[in-house]
């Protein structure tokens, strides 16, 4: 009776939330970490999340959990942030173009043409290299804990674009950062930065004439209904940073934070695994649906953006040293 009492009030007070027969064996009250992702339930970065959480929450002993709001519901990416380091969130999938408005520098790992492909990229996110970077932001409330690939990106609009001048006075949508405004002016059109929830209403009344983005968003979003031809610039691979609330993830047991790093880890590698497919998978649908996928040559984009390739690199002694590790895990 008495024993009963006792589990009764530790339950009460949050401490115990069972106990094994034996009576021994402490389970800690589940914390739920909200999440916030801009994209929907079919994305493979949802899902990797949802598979992280459950492996968390098993290998924790239940003592973490994630809570993955999609669509956008909690805002921009750049609102989810601030939610993120008042810790009224906990978690979020934000550009890198976001985080780079903390610390220019991060603009470096979002350099037009820097990566290869998906593999190259693969490796300098899976080797440590940029760690250093990642931990420059934490001051802010926030840190970085990985990144995803969101795959390359091309412009899509009203019609093909084969050379820079295609682009001439065409406003396209980019992401809120000054270095990929700069990006979409070099590659010959009107970079306009706006959130990606406006994007397609901005096209659909002419406030835009297109955007640049993956197939998989492109596709997910609707976009080829009113930008029907998907030009193969390849300009873009851009990081998706994984951020948490810096108190929460620094608060975390030794041991829970190695099994959060660790399958971090190992959802990042499997990430990147589910992006071909997906890619496919959103090509098909979006051909479905009358979008045209044009292969283009990308030398003259890639020659306009040089002069930005040199600015960006050469901001500081961190970004030179980036740029100089990252090309050299080139295949
Ligand atoms: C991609 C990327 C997102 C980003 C979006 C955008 O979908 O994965 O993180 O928000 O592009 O263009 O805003």
Redesign the pocket.
Known sequence: MKKILLIGILSLMGIVAGCSEKGEKEKVKTKVLKVAF??SENHPQYKAMREFSDRLEKETNGAYKLEISPNGLLGD?RATLELVQSGVIQMA???NPVVENFNQDFAVIGLPYLYDSLDHQKKVFLSGILDPLFKSVSKNGFEVIGAFT?GSRCVYTDKPIMKPEDLSGYKIRV?QSDTMKKMIDLMGGVGTPMG?GEVYTAIQQGVIEGGE??EV?YSDLKHYEVAPYFSYTNHLM?P?LIVINEKLYNGMSQENRKIFDRLMYETIEKEFLAWNKNVEKAKEIAIENGATFVNIDIKPFQKNIEPLQETVKNHSDVTRSIYKKVRELAN
């Open positions: 801009n994209q990416q999938l934000v550009g969101a992401m990606q983005n993956n968003t851009i998706d």
